[in-house]
């Protein structure tokens, strides 16, 4: 009994040494709770990734989604985005649930074909898909947004940020390269600083905290949000990683728009860091 409390106490010490160092050493803008608890998927991939990137890489992921006044709503903050993009030549992967597409304005889309932007599916539908509608909702995504915007998806943003092997296997056979941030097998890979391949597919996490974090969750105002992530960028550059930011089109009020310049601004002052789409990076690692 002795010996079997030992052993535990060592187990448990361990443990807690694995989530010290993980979230005060290896990387403290992890922006999931259960990986700081469990960050072993995380140091095994950083141990085993043959993926080394030439620069820090730097992506805003911009998600259309929500519901369809949601869209209505914000089309103008969009295009206003899209401007502020194209003024610091920052390059913007845009996820779309195609329920959505009817209520973006042409200006919105000419926005997005005519800048260095790209657009990604989000699914056909913005909820969980299940097993058996995966390759359809992926397939019809893609192929509606190939059309409207003359460009070729390669990226898919599970719906609610979700996805098991199943996608995997639905992103095969519909040619989809890569899957942004989410869960994959109860596990997060969130803030994994390199985009390493599963199943075929290339898995992006590299995610600091997000737009809907921290205005929603942690109510956080623009100034203070925009701190944290300024942290954040610059933390994951110096140590040489990929950065992505998750933002919504709900968060381009003038007031949120204008932190996001001054991030901007930041981005591009740091001369090491390379803002590109998500495409774009998986084509510098494959």
């Not at 200006?107 to 657009?119: A, F, L, S, T």
């Amino acid at each position: 009994m002795t010996w079997f409390l030992i052993v535990i106490s060592i187990l448990i010490l361990f443990h807690l040494i694995v989530i010290f160092t993980y979230n005060f050493v290896i990387n403290p803008y992890e922006p999931s709770i259960f990986t700081k608890i469990f960050p072993y998927m995380f140091i095994y991939n950083l141990t085993f990734s043959k993926v080394k990137l030439q620069n820090p890489y730097f992506s805003i992921r911009v998600d259309i989604n929500t519901s369809r006044e949601n869209v209505k709503k914000h089309n103008e903050g969009v295009l206003e985005l899209i401007e502020l993009a194209n003024k610091y030549t920052i390059p913007i992967t845009f996820s779309i649930s195609t329920e959505y597409l009817p209520y973006i304005t042409s200006d919105v889309i000419k926005g997005i074909k005519d800048g260095n932007h790209e657009v990604n599916s989000h699914g056909a539908k913005h909820k969980k898909i299940t097993s058996q509608y995966q390759i359809k909702s992926i397939k019809n995504s893609k192929k509606k947004l190939e059309d409207k915007f003359d460009q070729k998806v390669i990226g898919l943003i599970g719906p609610q940020g979700e996805h098991d092997s199943k996608t995997l296997k639905a992103a095969r056979l519909n040619d989809i390269k890569y899957i942004s941030s989410g869960t994959l097998s109860l596990l997060r890979y969130w803030s994994f600083p390199y985009p390493f391949e599963k199943g075929g597919i290339w898995l992006l996490g590299g995610s600091i905290k997000s737009d809907y974090q921290l205005y929603e969750k942690d109510k956080l105002k623009s100034n203070k949000a925009l701190e944290v992530w300024k942290e954040a960028i610059g933390f994951r550059t110096k140590k040489g990683w990929y950065t992505q930011l998750e933002y919504h089109n709900s968060s381009t009020t003038k007031e949120k728009l204008n932190s996001l310049e001054d991030l901007f601004r930041y981005i591009k002052s740091l001369e090491e860091l390379k803002p590109v789409t998500q495409s774009e990076l998986i084509k510098e690692v494959s």
